[in-house]
Each structure stands twice: as structure tokens, then as C-alpha cells.
């Protein structure tokens, strides 16, 4: 017996169930990406709590995808060249002086005549130069230290091309008006890689946030392990000035020779915040930018998460109900580096800047916003209190303490969300494929970089005149004190071959 056939009616409900089941999950998976992505956003974002209309553009949502493409494009020009800096001969005449350390540049030479008519090689046997040159040997930035007849001292002498074949650009200043506002200080590894009380006492907390973080990269990079061969020569300014508390420059010398073995520099930038540079433009700015806190970990970086979550649902069986742990899944995008640390752990800027925002921002819970120019910011989130009198419009420096670690918001723990936006796209700055301007030299930052170069070798000058190193000895821990002999002055060390 043949069963029975369907009516006209069922075949059309079973088609439109089948027609259903292969059409409705693929307008779910087509659609569910973009509205997912419109939600995480609009959580991920303090601009909906802002109290000011005026500032939404600055905080807006930040598109789910790193800012990849690079803001520094190499100098071509400059691919086979490089920056030196070291001694000339001493000279009454200034093409004898360039023809000594290798310039044949008859704009720079006629610039020079110019600008300096009545200058004279500084007495002794070096007159300190930097230089850097392109891959054809033309020059493209150039610093000189010189006497004049009619003034006691010595004058910086700068001379800079926008590209091969530009105009030089000139300008001096005098030395001892930049020397006046600067102490220097001359310390042990041990003494700064343990914050000793000796070393905290004698300077300021920016300076010594700077000694802290640059001086493991450099005794990295030194050829002996050994911590006792060497000692850390900083420089930084006092006073009221502009670069009042700011670490000037770091020198890992040898004890024996006082030779540098290595040194990093401030360059202050031109619409960028400054920062740490080699005198051969080597970069000690993406560990910096990316050290906001002391963290014992990072628990999470940038990149696309999926998170299993279990909460308990009612469920009915018959008669009965009972509560069960049911999962479900959550994905997104994580737009931030997660330090781990303990609650009250100090947070710093990682750059100078402005305070835009601050507050308690939704997700991010206690939150700052740190404007750097040149279309960066940083954001530092899930914060438990703020520094006392931090408020939106403050000045800030780098290493200056804006915060404390906490896990208010959306947080799963304690630990610092960091942040780093360029234009309102968040970047990835672990990703060191990418080079970005906040951590590479650009051609118009080697013209400062020299002039700093040779105010450092100034100051070096002054400070084996007074009597070598200080090492301290006033205001060091006595516990941590150097043997006598190792207290001796350092022998002049202002000579080409010891830089």
C-alpha cells in the first residue's frame, strides 16, 4: 500500500522551511560583523559621557583596524650616509678647519665666513664638530663650537639644507647662556638600576624616570656585562627654563678611561614631542613610549579576541525550574595594550603633552587622555584615582606621574589599559614592522640633534674642569658608597677618539 501523498499546501511549507534554513544564516553572518563592530565601538568609547560637544571629534570611535600606515618616509638622500661628530684641528682659517675633517662644500664654507668672519678655533688641540652628510657625501646639517675675538666663551656655529642642493639655512648662539641652567651628575649602574635613596634625593622624579628607562638600553649594548667597569654621567636643567627637570642627555662611560661608551640625547622636534635619540640617529623612543607603567606582565595586546563567558540562565523542565551555567561567546577587537600590575602601581605619561579628558569614561572607567601633538594621543584607562592637581588642560612631562592603577569600568582585573591614537586610529605599537614619527628621526630633527651633541660635549668640558665626576658622594647612601679610589676625577675625556 502506498503511502499517502502530501497536499499542495505541506509541499510549500516543507520548501519555504528548507529555502529558510540555507538563506537566514548567511544574511545573519553578513550582517552580524557590522553590527558587532558598531557595538564594540560605541562601548570602547568615552565620547557619549563627554561633558563637552566640543571635544566629541576628539574622542571618536576608533575604527577597527591598527593606523598601519607609516607617518616617516625614509630619506633617500641620506642612504649611505650618516652622522659623525668628533675634532678638528685647531685652525685660524676655515677651509684649512673643513678640509680637516673631510667637508668640501664650498656654500657651507662661504656660510661659514659669513656668519663667523672673526672666529677662532677654541684654544687646545680639538674644536668639536657634528655632521651629518647624504650617501654622495653632500652635507645636509652642520655644527661647529668656536671662539669669537669679542666675546669671552664660545658660540655654536649651525648650519642645515632642506634637501641636496637647498640654500643653507644659519644661525648661532652662545654656549655659556645654554650651560648656565644645566647641573650635571655622574652615578653608578647599581645606583640607578635600585633607585637608590642617594640618587632620588638628587634629582628630579622626571630625571630619574629617564635614567631609569634609558640606562638598561644602552649598558645593553655594551660589550662587557661587567657593572663595575662603567658609570652613568646625566645632564639635565635646572632652574625656570623651558627644559627645567628634563633629562639633557645620558652617558655610559668607562671608570678607568672615562671614555663614552654609549649615550642617548634629548631632540626637541618640531610639531612631535621630543625625544631620545644616538647621536647616529639610533632611537630610544618605542621603548619609552611603550612604558607607561612597572608591570609584571602584559595580559593582553592589540588584535581580534574571542571570549567564552558563563553566567547562569533559568531553564524550565516540565513542572520544574532550575538555574544552569549556560556559555556563550564573545568577540571583538581589542584596541589597547593591557599591563598587568597591582592596584596603586604610579602611572606616567609616556611623552610630554596636555590633558584633553579626564574622568570616569564608561568601559574604561577612570580614564586620561593625554594630547602629544602632531595628531597623537595616549589614553590610559581603569585607572583607581588620578594625580593630586591633574586636571583637563594640565601640562604634563614625560615620566610625570598622571595616575595610579586600578580596575574600574569594564575590567577584569587590576591593570593599566594603554592606548596610543594617531588622528583618532589606534596604532599598534608593538608592531615593529611600523615606524612612526613619535619614535624615528625625520630629516629636519638631525639639525637640533648635533646641536645638542655639542652642548653635551660642552658640558662635558665644564664638568672635567670643575674636578671630573661627582659620583654623588654628597647626597649618595653610604651603605652604597664607592670605595675612595674609586672617587678619583675622570681624566679628560673631551677628545674625538672618546666620544
Not at 75 to 89: F, I
Request: glycine share 10%; hydrophobic share 40%; with cysteine.
Amino acid at each position: 500500500m502506498s503511502p499517502p501523498r502530501a497536499s499542495p499546501e505541506a509541499r510549500l511549507r516543507w520548501l519555504a522551511v528548507v529555502v529558510g534554513a540555507l538563506i537566514l544564516p548567511s544574511a545573519a553572518a553578513a550582517t552580524s560583523p557590522r553590527h558587532h563592530g558598531r557595538h564594540h565601538a560605541k562601548a570602547a568609547t568615552p565620547a557619549a559621557t563627554h561633558p563637552h560637544g566640543r571635544h566629541r571629534d576628539r574622542h571618536a570611535p576608533a575604527r577597527l583596524r591598527p593606523g598601519a600606515k607609516p607617518d616617516v618616509l625614509p630619506d633617500l638622500d641620506l642612504a649611505g650616509g650618516g652622522t659623525r661628530h668628533g675634532c678638528a684641528a685647531p685652525s685660524a682659517r676655515h677651509d684649512e678647519l673643513l678640509a680637516g675633517i673631510g667637508v668640501h662644500d664650498p656654500l657651507l664654507l662661504q656660510s661659514l665666513d659669513a656668519a663667523a668672519p672673526e672666529a677662532l678655533a677654541a684654544p687646545g688641540d680639538c674644536v668639536p664638530y657634528a655632521l651629518t652628510v647624504t650617501g654622495s657625501g653632500a652635507v645636509r646639517a652642520f655644527g661647529l663650537r668656536l671662539a669669537a675675538h669679542d666675546e669671552a666663551g664660545e658660540r655654536l656655529y649651525l648650519f642645515s639644507r632642506a634637501a641636496a642642493g637647498a640654500e643653507l639655512q644659519a644661525r648661532s648662539e652662545d654656549v655659556a647662556s645654554r650651560l648656565s641652567d644645566v647641573a650635571t651628575v655622574t652615578t653608578t649602574l647599581q645606583e640607578v638600576a635600585t633607585g637608590a635613596a642617594g640618587l632620588q634625593a638628587a634629582v628630579p622624579t622626571e630625571v630619574l624616570h629617564g635614567l631609569t628607562a634609558l640606562v638598561p638600553l644602552l649598558h645593553a649594548a655594551a660589550a662587557d656585562d661587567d657593572p663595575l667597569r662603567y658609570l652613568v654621567r646625566a645632564s639635565y636643567g635646572v632652574g625656570e627654563g623651558i627644559d627645567a627637570d628634563r633629562l639633557l642627555s645620558v652617558e655610559i662611560l668607562e671608570r678607568d678611561t672615562g671614555d663614552v661608551v654609549r649615550e642617548a640625547l634629548w631632540v626637541a622636534r618640531d610639531g612631535l614631542p621630543g625625544g631620545y635619540f644616538a647621536p647616529d640617529g639610533t632611537s630610544f623612543e618605542h621603548a619609552l613610549w611603550t612604558s607607561p607603567v612597572s608591570f609584571t606582565r602584559i595580559s593582553r595586546g592589540i588584535g581580534n579576541f574571542r571570549t567564552t563567558i558563563r553566567r547562569p540562565v533559568t531553564r524550565r523542565s516540565g513542572h520544574k525550574t532550575r538555574i544552569v551555567m549556560a556559555r556563550s561567546t564573545r568577540r571583538g577587537t581589542h584596541v589597547g595594550i593591557d599591563f598587568a600590575a597591582p592596584i596603586g602601581a604610579p602611572v606616567v605619561s609616556v611623552a610630554d603633552g596636555r590633558v584633553v579628558d579626564m574622568g570616569l569614561r564608561g568601559g574604561y572607567g577612570n580614564l586620561i587622555v593625554v594630547e602629544h601633538g602632531g595628531g597623537y594621543t595616549t589614553r590610559y584607562a581603569h585607572l583607581s584615582g588620578f594625580a593630586p592637581d591633574l586636571e583637563i588642560g594640565s601640562e604634563v612631562r614625560r615620566g610625570s606621574e598622571i595616575g595610579f592603577v586600578g580596575s574600574t569600568g569594564f575590567s577584569t582585573g587590576p591593570h593599566l589599559h594603554f592606548e596610543i591614537r594617531r588622528d583618532g586610529i589606534y596604532l599598534d605599537p608593538l608592531d615593529e614592522r611600523l615606524a612612526f614619527g613619535l619614535w624615528s628621526m625625520r630629516p629636519v630633527d638631525y639639525l637640533p640633534m648635533l646641536r645638542q651633541t655639542l652642548l653635551t660635549d660642552a658640558t662635558d668640558r665644564v664638568a672635567a674642569a670643575a674636578g671630573g665626576t661627582l659620583l654623588l658622594d654628597q647626597v649618595i647612601s653610604a651603605l652604597r658608597r664607592p670605595a675612595p679610589a674609586e672617587l678619583s676625577p675622570l681624566p679628560d675625556h673631551s677628545l674625538a677618539g672618546n666620544r
